[in-house]
């Protein structure tokens, strides 16, 4: 069972153009993190939010976490080809456990 | 800088031959994690230590153990490597309580031939 969707699965852009990413659960988190993975590295964390409503803000990209704490949106602006990689969003449920979504494969193209 | 390492970052083994996979941590965190991750999907999670104690996956094969001797280092042990065991293979760290987030390694990424 997939407890965290990610759509879409997979974007391709031109440099420039605005994006959005969703992560959507049926379940609530305590906390919910952004990664950013690129080809043969490890997952990078980019946000962590843990507020219902909370917005954040990381130069051109923006992180909101629902209200009710069941899902998040990554909104890109002006995207550019170094923001090409996968976007993984991951959800905390107490303990010490993230779980995962299956990830957006984003691609810039220049 | 602190910060999590993995040997090798690309290992090649021979079907069936036991292959172990290190991690090792300079950030004191007393979470360690080991997921495995196959070509554009989520990682998954096969256990972690809280420190010295083991947390395994309801769905991780018999196959894959972890040995964690001390703080900084963590080990994954592939008994009988299968072709099926491909993958990125990714250590974490964590303090208990998530808020700072995971911080993995590079990976190792293993080739069973």
């Known amino acids: 069972t997939q407890l965290l969707e990610q759509s879409p699965q997979f974007l391709s852009i031109q440099e420039g153009e605005n994006l959005t990413v969703y992560c959507n659960s049926s379940?609530?988190?305590?906390?919910l993190q952004w990664y950013r993975q690129e080809p043969g590295e490890g997952p990078v964390l980019l946000v962590t939010?843990?507020?219902?409503?909370e917005v954040k803000k990381l130069k051109r990209l923006t992180f909101q976490f629902g209200d009710a704490r069941k899902d998040s949106s990554l909104h890109i602006t002006a995207a550019q080809p170094g923001d090409t990689g996968l976007y993984l969003c991951?959800?905390?449920?107490?303990?010490?456990?993230?779980?995962f979504g299956q990830g957006t494969r984003l691609t810039i193209n220049p | 800088d602190a910060m999590v390492i993995q040997n090798p970052r690309y290992q090649v083994t021979q079907f069936g031959k036991p292959v172990t996979l290190s991690c090792s941590q300079t950030?004191?965190?007393?979470?360690m994690y080991w997921y495995q991750q196959k070509s554009s999907q989520a990682p998954k999670l096969l256990f972690h230590?809280?420190?010295?104690?083991?947390?395994n996956e309801a769905d991780t094969p018999d196959n894959f153990q972890s040995r964690r001797p001390n703080t900084s280092f963590c080990f994954l042990d592939i008994r009988s490597p299968g072709l099926g065991d491909a993958a990125m293979y990714l250590c974490?760290?964590?303090?208990?309580?998530?808020?700072?987030?995971?911080?993995f390694g590079s990976g190792t990424r293993l080739t069973v031939v």
């Open positions: 974490a760290t964590s303090s208990s309580q998530l808020s700072g987030g995971y911080t």
């Open positions: 379940s609530v988190f305590s906390s």
């Open positions: 939010v843990v507020t219902g409503g």
């Open positions: 991951a959800g905390g449920r107490g303990a010490q456990k993230l779980v």
């Open positions: 950030l004191n965190h007393n979470v």
């Open positions: 230590y809280y420190d010295k104690d083991f947390n």
